[in-house]
């Protein structure tokens, strides 16, 4: 097919400009510039992209699948077509699953049953340590063998210094990216939202932004200890920010990502006992969503993720402390972007776009990303202007628990593109 008249946006050969993309056997096969055609032979299928935008596709390399274990709250057919729908080409999923992804014959299954879904790709993150605990290590060399691409503690931070130590080494052995939940327990055990003056008010025992710096830093010292690649998961506080821009400063192998909630809601979105707005970490202060955006302007934050954590409508149904962390991110990430940092100026559609595909590409070493001739046709096209209220009925994925329902945002995925194969159009 060629896409036709869009504007091609590509971070990673510097190209933004009207113009046409060629796709063929399921990769890019030329991308004109500068409002030039490509002419079709007879067999091809024109898609017009006047007025939208044609971009490498989308990747989030923080998705909760739920798979294997908790399928009532996403399967892989929900999880992957709510990614399609919201742009995304490819997903990087955690392992803190039932059964945890702690072994090769688990990542292998869930590769295996990813080929028969029509959505996007989705790349396996393994865990750090068997049973995502603080004893033993996963083997993480078969982890990586059977296609795991990075290793993980997500949702069970590694509180034994010396345990990560061992693990980071291992894990810069086989080259392995470890994406560290930075949160020392002894400090939030109990809590349910951010430490502060809403917590007070709600009556909720809080959680401490010391307590996610504090283990940021550990993390971030240990990284320029053993030289693995450290990239930190949900930054969302302003120290935070400030102590990775520091490591790198040191030349330390740190990589960032926060997630949109964390610039565009603060903890006063938990006022009226707000399940849908209860995460870990929890949504914070004006100051910190600030520093955010400022940590996206300057690049010590690398990359948007979702942490897309569906949940069943009456796990959310609940007493605000007993109700699970976690809001559904896929479906609306994109169109909070455009909203919350391109119309205000924070950032451009193409540092958007850098920071929701070139650079998750970059950080966990994943194909696409990019538009280069030869490589994978994994496309997103999207229309930044069109106007829409998120709804969560009409959600793809099985998740509903979003703190943005009733919001009008901009921007909106229209065609999506894996490996030459529109998995998700309107």
């Given at each position: 097919?060629?896409?036709?008249?869009?504007?091609?946006?590509?971070?990673?050969?510097?190209?933004?400009?009207?113009g046409d993309?060629?796709?063929?056997?399921?990769?890019?096969?030329a991308?004109?510039?500068?409002?030039e055609?490509?002419e079709s032979?007879?067999?091809?299928?024109i898609?017009?992209?006047?007025?939208?935008?044609?971009?490498?596709?989308?990747?989030?390399?923080?998705?909760?699948l739920?798979?294997?274990?908790?399928?009532?709250?996403?399967?892989?057919?929900?999880?992957?077509?709510?990614?399609?729908?919201?742009?995304?080409t490819?997903?990087?999923?955690?392992?803190?699953t039932?059964?945890?992804?702690?072994?090769?014959?688990?990542v292998?299954?869930?590769?295996?049953?990813?080929?028969?879904?029509?959505?996007?790709?989705?790349h396996?993150?393994?865990?750090?340590?068997?049973?995502?605990g603080?004893?033993?290590?996963?083997?993480?060399?078969?982890?990586k063998e059977?296609?795991?691409v990075?290793v993980?503690?997500d949702?069970?931070?590694?509180?034994?210094a010396?345990?990560?130590?061992?693990?980071?080494?291992?894990?810069?052995?086989?080259?392995?990216?470890?994406?560290?939940?930075?949160?020392?327990?002894?400090?939030?055990e109990?809590?349910?939202m951010?430490?502060?003056?809403t917590a007070?008010?709600?009556?909720?025992?809080?959680?401490?932004?010391?307590?996610?710096?504090?283990?940021?830093?550990?993390?971030?010292l240990l990284?320029?200890?053993?030289g693995?690649?450290?990239?930190?998961?949900?930054?969302s506080?302003?120290r935070?920010?400030?102590?990775?821009?520091?490591?790198?400063?040191?030349?330390?192998?740190?990589t960032?990502?926060?997630?949109?909630?964390?610039?565009?809601l603060?903890?006063?979105?938990?006022?009226?006992?707000n399940?849908?707005?209860?995460?870990?970490?929890?949504?914070?202060t004006q100051e910190?969503a600030?520093?955010?955006?400022s940590?996206?302007?300057?690049?010590?934050?690398d990359?948007?993720a979702?942490?897309h954590?569906?949940?069943a409508d009456?796990?959310?149904?609940?007493e605000?402390?007993s109700a699970?962390?976690?809001?559904?991110?896929?479906?609306?990430?994109?169109?909070?972007?455009?909203?919350?940092?391109?119309?205000?100026?924070?950032?451009?559609?193409?540092?958007?776009?850098?920071?929701?595909?070139?650079?998750?590409?970059?950080?966990?070493n994943?194909?696409?990303?990019?538009?280069?001739?030869?490589?994978?046709?994994?496309?997103t096209?999207?229309?930044?202007?069109?106007?829409?209220?998120?709804?969560p009925a009409?959600?793809?994925?099985?998740?509903?628990n979003?703190?943005?329902?009733?919001?009008?945002?901009?921007g909106?995925?229209?065609?999506?593109?894996?490996?030459?194969?529109?998995?998700?159009?309107?």
């Amino acid at each position: 097919m060629i896409l036709r008249g869009g504007r091609v946006i590509d971070p990673a050969n510097n190209i933004d400009s009207s113009g046409d993309v060629r796709i063929h056997d399921g990769v890019i096969a030329a991308v004109s510039t500068g409002g030039e055609r490509i002419e079709s032979a007879h067999d091809e299928t024109i898609v017009s992209c006047v007025g939208m935008v044609v971009a490498p596709g989308l990747i989030d390399i923080h998705v909760h699948l739920r798979v294997p274990g908790q399928e009532y709250k996403e399967d892989l057919q929900s999880g992957l077509g709510s990614a399609a729908a919201g742009g995304f080409t490819a997903v990087a999923c955690m392992p803190n699953t039932k059964p945890f992804i702690d072994t090769s014959p688990i990542v292998r299954d869930l590769y295996a049953q990813a080929k028969s879904v029509r959505g996007a790709r989705v790349h396996v993150i393994g865990a750090l340590a068997k049973n995502m605990g603080n004893r033993e290590l996963a083997e993480m060399g078969d982890l990586k063998e059977a296609g795991a691409v990075a290793v993980s503690d997500d949702a069970y931070a590694i509180q034994d210094a010396e345990f990560m130590r061992r693990g980071m080494e291992y894990a810069r052995m086989l080259d392995l990216p470890v994406l560290a939940h930075c949160e020392d327990a002894s400090l939030t055990e109990g809590g349910a939202m951010n430490e502060g003056y809403t917590a007070t008010v709600l009556g909720i025992k809080g959680m401490p932004g010391q307590a996610f710096e504090m283990d940021v830093a550990r993390n971030c010292l240990l990284s320029l200890l053993t030289g693995a690649h450290l990239h930190v998961l949900h930054v969302s506080t302003r120290r935070e920010v400030e102590i990775i821009r520091f490591f790198k400063a040191q030349g330390a192998r740190v990589t960032a990502e926060t997630a949109p909630h964390y610039w565009c809601l603060t903890d006063a979105a938990c006022r009226g006992y707000n399940t849908n707005a209860k995460m870990n970490p929890p949504l914070r202060t004006q100051e910190d969503a600030d520093a955010m955006i400022s940590g996206l302007i300057d690049g010590t934050i690398d990359c948007i993720a979702t942490d897309h954590a569906p949940h069943a409508d009456y796990e959310k149904q609940v007493e605000f402390g007993s109700a699970p962390f976690g809001i559904h991110g896929l479906e609306t990430s994109l169109a909070l972007g455009i909203t919350y940092l391109v119309e205000p100026e924070h950032l451009t559609i193409g540092d958007l776009v850098r920071k929701m595909s070139t650079e998750p590409a970059r950080v966990l070493n994943l194909p696409g990303g990019n538009l280069t001739v030869g490589s994978v046709a994994d496309i997103t096209v999207f229309d930044p202007l069109a106007s829409w209220t998120v709804d969560p009925a009409k959600f793809v994925s099985k998740g509903k628990n979003t703190p943005f329902a009733g919001l009008t945002l901009r921007g909106m995925a229209t065609l999506t593109v894996v490996g030459g194969e529109i998995v998700y159009s309107i």
